[in-house]
DNA sequence: GTTAGCACTCATTACTCACGAGTGCTAATC
DNA sequence: GATTAGCACTCGTGAGTAATGAGTGCTAAC
């Protein structure tokens, strides 16, 4: 859609201010903050114009006008610049994501998804790396007690997954030995989709002294990798009360009643086909969201992208600023990460 | 204090009554609902007593009267009889809690901590075990990389934790089989608080050869396994705007911001000194919750407290039913985690 | 094409008033 | 002496009304 200049600054002035007051705003605004050298009734009948393009809506006849959610797409996609951090800021947030003296993968992105929810002050989630798309480095076997096994995981993104298996009968260090050797002379640099049966005959068939427990540990192994494992870490969920649109209690409620379902918001941050998303209001899939944003951006572990930060908020979203600070917050883990271990 | 026959029951019916209504309840309801024998002028007279004693208050003038924090209490620790599930929900409990294939301690409070607010309709709160109460079982490092160790620490209480170390010098298989046989000789059956100076210095005489990589190794796990690292786990938070006293948008505020915090609920639920606890209102230390209780129990892993459970609700909650509840589940636990791993 | 003027709409707020639930007190009753 | 009926009083709640003002659309003039 081509837009005339003046009506594209009409927009911008128009989403400017409605994400700074909260308020429909009115064509006598306009005049007098945004376009001092156009008159109100001229701007009324460009913003007439563009609410018949879909792009602001009114809440009532006698109220200023606000902007539609494809209002708001146009503005992101066509007007909007995105407002970066500074270096200095961009140093800042790389410091407080290593401050501590342990950095852990899972310390630094519960750091990240705390930084971020401050930063932005809407609500933060960060999805953890998920074992499935990963590939073994290492899978080691430690022998607890005669019948219990822990069997430890590494992969190549970091992620250090445990297993704990009950061992049919005995086993002693030697067993448990020939077993560490083999698994993981077979299993090292596959992803959990390789483990197929061919692979796990070809494993079994050096076993059959010890089949039983082989069997075992391959299934509750391979149960366990399987899984999806990716979680979701949520902050600054009570930052949407800053907002008028929450002040509704059956608006509040809907909003974190859908951040309490980890599922639902598993399944929109594990979408990593985009590096870069928003959906906005009705573009989510999920009617509880439908007046809400998402912002979205994946980042990478030893270059290989491995999971997703984002915020979530209402539709009026400063999107230039949290876009820019979660493109800046990615490409700093990325850069974190990308010699792990 | 010792109250009459009569005003225990009026005790009784005022706070069986408000937790059922929410609202404040009136002598001719008292009078028509629970005591038919009396006139709802006697209820007065008591109910100006019971207030006078502090047991009851008055919102407004006109208004029934609702228990006040020493009401509660009182009904609590004198009148209430508590109400346990019965053994076809215990064993539905027991059933629901190890469904799944995958039973590992964190899967297990997982559920634990959802079918607690699943039933109770609170909010529930769990705490995991801690490392730093336990006493390590197994300690055994892991070379994924020349210069890259992963010590896998299993505890007692079935918790396995992982490290991640960096050695300032390369490392084979060799020199990892001798540290892991000393560390594991050494430190086994300690707790946390029991490693001190003349642990670390005598294992450190044995190592002589390799004692940059073994201070790199012990004070990174060291460090690791002393910070605190009980986790507290949360279920149904949005359950409270199923109650009229979360209406109110600052107080629904309050209560998910204290939620959120982390940090204070793990203070609170680490203690447990008591097997069993209940606060109501001011009995609270934090001024965010000082018109909540919480109800809290602990369990046990190999017969030694490991965790908390618990849940916290509006001051007007169904004690007799929530305290029967978490006494049932922290039973059930106890058993379930009676041996581990 | 732009703007001034004006009638019209409609959410918001303040105000009033009637209603009713519940109390405390007094006097009569058991 | 304890219990109860009767009654005046309090106070929160909800409905109804009116004034206010922000903002619009339309028309006619510039």
């Known amino acids: 859609m081509e837009l005339g200049e003046r009506k594209r600054k009409i927009l ?29 009734a001229t701007i009324r009948n460009e913003m007439a114009d563009l609410e018949d393009l879909g792009l602001l809506e009114q809440p009532h006849t006698s109220a200023g006008r606000v902007p ?18 500074s270096p200095q800021e961009i140093e800042k ?24 929810s401050d930063i932005t002050k809407y609500t933060s989630a960060v999805l953890t790396p998920s074992v499935r798309k990963s590939s073994i480095r290492s ?28 061992s049919p009968n005995a086993v002693d260090d030697s067993k448990i030995l020939k077993l560490n050797n083999l698994l993981n002379e077979k299993l090292s640099g596959l992803t959990i989709n390789d483990i197929g049966l061919t692979v ?18 391959i299934s509750v192994v391979y149960e366990s990798l399987k ?8 902050e600054g969920t009570t930052n949407i009360f800053e907002y008028p649109e929450y002040d509704d209690k059956d608006k509040a409620r809907t909003f974190l009643s859908f951040i309490e379902d980890k599922k639902s918001l598993t399944n929109i941050f594990s979408d990593d086909t985009n590096k870069f998303c928003v959906y906005i209001g009705c573009e989510n899939e999920n009617d509880k969201i439908k007046d809400c944003s998402i912002v979205k951006a994946t980042y990478n572990i030893a270059d290989k992208t491995a999971g ?24 700093v883990l990325s850069e974190i990460f990308e010699k792990t271990l």
């Open 227 to 234: 899984e999806d494992d990716a979680e979701v870490y949520l």
């Open 200 to 217: 796990i005959s070809d494993i079994q068939s050096h076993m059959r002294e010890y089949s039983e427990i082989f069997s075992a540990i």
């Open 68 to 85: 539609s959610d494809r209002g708001y797409r146009y503005y992101v996609d066509q007007i909007m610049e995105i407002k970066y951090p």
């Open 12 to 40: 911008k002035a128009i989403v400017t201010d409605y994400i700074e007051t909260a308020e429909p705003v009115g064509s006598r605004t306009i005049a007098k903050k945004y376009l001092t050298d156009i008159s109100p």
């Open 93 to 116: 947030i790389k410091y407080m994501l290593q401050i501590q003296t342990i950095n852990e993968l899972d310390k630094i992105i519960k750091r990240t998804t705390k930084l971020i």
């Open 139 to 166: 899978l080691q076997l430690i022998r607890v007690s005669d019948y219990d096994i822990v069997a430890v995981v590494v992969t190549d993104t970091g992620i250090i997954k445990n297993v704990v298996i009950k």
């Open 308 to 331: 997703t930060i984002g915020i979530i908020g209402p539709k009026r979203m400063d999107y230039a600023r949290v876009i820019g600070i979660l493109k800046s917050i990615s490409n």
